[in-house]
């Protein structure tokens, strides 16, 4: 703990690590607490693995034709908003299986991401990081965008909050006072991509929805208004990315998978408060 | 309240899949003023009726007009009352936040709502006999308390029609009657059109009765002589005969 604190005041990437953690915890508390009410993290983990599509394109184009523009963070971004736009017009339009949906574009995406990376020459290192997550990687050009699809995400929830929220209670209600359902819901999908997008920089891929649905998950136990559950959850995502990475630095640790953990362990622990709770209750 | 005709449904049909129709050859005149109430059989069509009218779903052919103009048209002058077992119950929302709801419309327009529409929307709680729970939770409420903040819901935008899908069905029978008082109540200033899932009998408060079973029927109600189903069903009810068969809107019987 010492040495982290006197490491971070000397060692910018540790600085960048610790706001990037900070930064996306907004976004993912924000557009978690509208995820995990209209029950659609799957959702989000079919987005999130189709990323890896979007990476591994952009890297292998970048380099392989000498893009030095192209980032990997570029085909994430696109990728995520295509996937989230297919998987929406499918659930609402489409009479196929919404599910079968959503896992064939959950693996295909992961597959052709390791296509990509495979064919690209050079260094191939960096699926582990995209995987798994490395906040230690962030660089400043990186805050930046972090901090720019957190204002993003963040100014459009606040424009489109009162009807994303009627969308979700009872979209059927919704429709029939003639509010545009469909387009409400395809933002919701645009706003969780985008914050998927935020997200892999700090847990990776695989670990994503874990951080978009625990603190929601543990906020929605305590706070029973949506404003509260919203910014409990910023609060908890903000906790949870700060002490993994605080905790792992010591004991080199992958800090992506600490802060899971940790958001893991406290998620059990209120489920067992609560458990508990209800138990000493009706023995009252 | 005048007695013109404001919902027409003229040979309407309707289904879901190409191969069976659910609805066949509808003819429904509804007048201003009406409390109807729509039975039949599980499938035979109801819910789907009450979408119809909501605009939520098409027919295949026929046409169906409120107020002169399509149903996507006139969604202002409709309030509908899901069934409220449809959405999670777990909602964290308050009751408050619920009816206001009922002010959002195909205008978009952002940010808080007024003092005004919060007004509205205390004086439509009161008026469906929850006044005081408006900074409950709706996950708190009883089934009767949310089944009556949704009429609330459906009643700030000032329709002139109420549609109401099952309104009374996870209400014991003392509950029941006091839903009919206010259903009765808001009958003064609305059409009421209900579907009920019981076959058998409707409240006597009811105006008149709509049968569906892919055809539509409209039959007569008598009076509950039996004194045992009095028991059953509590006081106030009216036997359907569905061995009857009556004019379109009118309860002169036929013997068929």
Not at chain 1, 17 to 27: D, F, H, K, V
Not at chain 1, 135 to 157: E, K
Not at chain 1, 163 to 191: H, S
Request: charged share 15%; net charge neutral.
């Amino acid at each position: 703990m010492s040495s982290f604190m006197t490491d971070l005041v000397e060692l910018s990437f540790l600085q960048n690590a610790l706001l990037a953690g900070i930064l996306c915890s907004i976004a993912t508390g924000v557009v978690g607490t509208f995820v995990v009410l209209r029950r659609i993290t799957y959702i989000a983990a079919a987005i999130s693995h189709c990323i890896l599509g979007g990476i591994g394109a952009a890297r292998y184009f970048s380099v392989v034709y000498a893009l030095d523009w192209l980032k990997p963070v570029h085909g994430a971004i696109l990728s995520a908003l295509a996937s989230a736009l297919v998987i929406g017009l499918v659930s609402m339009r489409a009479r196929e299986r919404e599910d079968t949906v959503i896992s064939a574009l959950w693996a295909v995406g992961m597959a052709a991401g390791i296509i990509f990376i495979f064919k690209t020459p050079g260094y191939n290192e960096d699926l582990m990081s995209y995987l798994f997550g490395n906040i230690l990687m962030v660089s400043r050009d990186d805050l930046i965008l972090v901090a720019v699809l957190d204002l993003l995400v963040v100014a459009l929830t606040m424009v489109f909050y009162r009807q994303m929220i009627a969308v979700c209670f009872d979209e059927e209600f919704a429709r029939t006072r003639g509010v545009r359902v469909e387009f409400y819901y395809l933002l919701v999908l645009c706003l969780t991509a985008l914050t998927v997008v935020l997200t892999v920089s700090v847990v990776g891929i695989i670990m994503v929805i874990a951080l978009i649905s625990l603190p929601v998950a543990i906020s929605s136990r305590f706070f029973n208004r949506v404003s509260g559950i919203m910014m409990f959850s910023v609060f908890l995502g903000m906790v949870f990315t700060s002490s993994g990475l605080i905790l792992s630095y010591e004991p080199n640790l992958p800090s992506g998978a600490v802060t899971i953990l940790l958001a893991g362990l406290v998620y059990l622990m209120t489920i067992l408060f609560s458990s508990f709770k209800e138990i000493f209750k009706s023995k009252v | 309240m005048s007695h013109d005709i404001i919902i027409t449904l003229a040979d309407v049909d309707f289904s879901y899949q190409s191969d069976f129709k659910v609805l066949k050859n509808i003819n429904l005149n509804i007048c201003a003023g009406d409390f109807a109430c729509i039975v039949g059989p599980n499938g035979g069509g109801k819910t789907t009726l009450l979408k119809l009218m909501l605009g939520l779903i098409k027919p295949d052919s026929g046409t169906i007009s409120i107020f002169g103009r399509s149903p996507e048209k006139s969604l202002n002058k409709i309030g509908y009352v899901p069934q409220h077992t449809k959405f999670d119950s777990n909602f964290p929302v308050s009751v408050l936040d619920v009816v206001m709801m009922g002010f959002l419309d195909r205008n978009f327009s952002w940010g808080r709502y007024s003092r005004q529409q919060k007004e509205i929307a205390l004086q439509a709680l009161e008026e469906a006999g929850v006044g005081g729970l408006a900074d409950k939770s709706f996950a708190d409420l009883s089934g009767g308390q949310r089944q009556r903040a949704l009429v609330a819901r459906a009643i700030v935008s000032g329709p002139q029609i109420l549609l109401l899908d099952e309104p009374t069905s996870n209400i014991d029978i003392h509950g029941t009657e006091h839903f009919y008082d206010m259903f009765e109540q808001l009958n003064r200033k609305f059409t009421i059109i209900m579907v009920s899932h019981d076959i058998g009998f409707v409240s006597n408060r009811v105006k008149s009765v709509i049968c569906v079973r892919q055809t539509l029927q409209i039959h007569p109600i008598s009076e509950l002589t039996g004194e045992t189903l009095q028991n059953i069903y509590g006081a106030g009810v009216n036997v359907i005969r569905h061995d009857h068969r009556c004019s379109e809107g009118g309860h002169s019987c036929l013997h068929s």
